[in-house]
């Protein structure tokens, strides 16, 4: 068990489609992170937020949308998304913005068609 | 030419073998992570450390901050073994981490 939910666990959407991610984590933590892992690739951090606050946008393009409404949850917005951004997207959190150990959710697998 | 670097990129062996895989960083690092990701996408942390080395289980992870260099060292390995293990560094200028592409070990029984 990790302490960090994420849902859907699996999405296919179209092109035109508006969709969000939705993840939740239950440690107590200040600290929430959006991932995105492409087939073959490292990690690619997207998102940061500590206390509700986003403190890393990392050239994300516009059509994704975080929202973090407080501390425990926190939102990925889709919206005219292409098929390159097919890929597994994990939410992480940790105590604060320190080096610390992080939790991962077990990700959303998104298809784009 | 990524900052982490991982090898091998696979890694097949018979269960019961003694298994290496290594980790090598460029940039100055406060702490490196050694992570686990099982089929179907879940991450796990399995050890933190910023200098010498750490056991767990049948899991020991070295790390020489000289070399730039940490090894993740499996023993007695078993087919539940079997995943991809990712290294990332935490680098002193910032809070983010920086993740290799990671090692998919198949331990056949």
């Known amino acids: 068990e990790t302490g960090v939910t994420q849902t859907p666990r699996h999405l296919v959407m179209g092109m035109t489609n508006k969709k969000s991610l939705k993840c939740e984590q239950h440690?107590?933590?200040?600290?929430m992170y959006w991932y995105k892992q492409s087939a073959k690739k490292p990690l690619e951090l997207m998102f940061v937020y500590s206390l509700e606050e986003r403190v890393e946008n990392n050239s994300v393009p516009s059509r994704f949308s975080p929202e973090c409404p407080n501390s425990s949850h926190l939102f990925l917005h889709l919206h005219t998304l292409q098929p390159e951004d097919s890929a597994l997207y994990l939410c992480a959190s940790s105590p604060s913005l320190a080096q610390e150990t992080q939790y991962f959710g077990p990700g959303t697998r998104l298809l784009v068609l | 030419k990524n900052e982490v670097e991982q090898s091998p990129q696979n890694l097949t062996a018979q269960e019961g073998e003694f298994i290496t895989i290594n980790c090598s960083y460029s940039v100055g690092i406060s702490a490196l992570h050694w992570l686990q990701q099982h089929p179907g996408g879940g991450i796990v942390s399995l050890f933190m450390?910023?200098?010498g080395k750490k056991k767990h289980g049948r899991l020991i992870a070295t790390i020489n901050i000289q070399e730039k260099h940490s090894s993740l060292h499996i023993t007695a390995s078993h087919p539940r073994d079997s995943a991809v293990y990712i290294c990332a560094v935490g680098e002193t200028s910032g809070s983010r981490l920086t993740f290799g592409e990671g090692t998919q070990l198949t331990v056949n029984p």
């Open positions: 440690l107590g933590h200040n600290a």
């Open positions: 450390l910023s200098s």
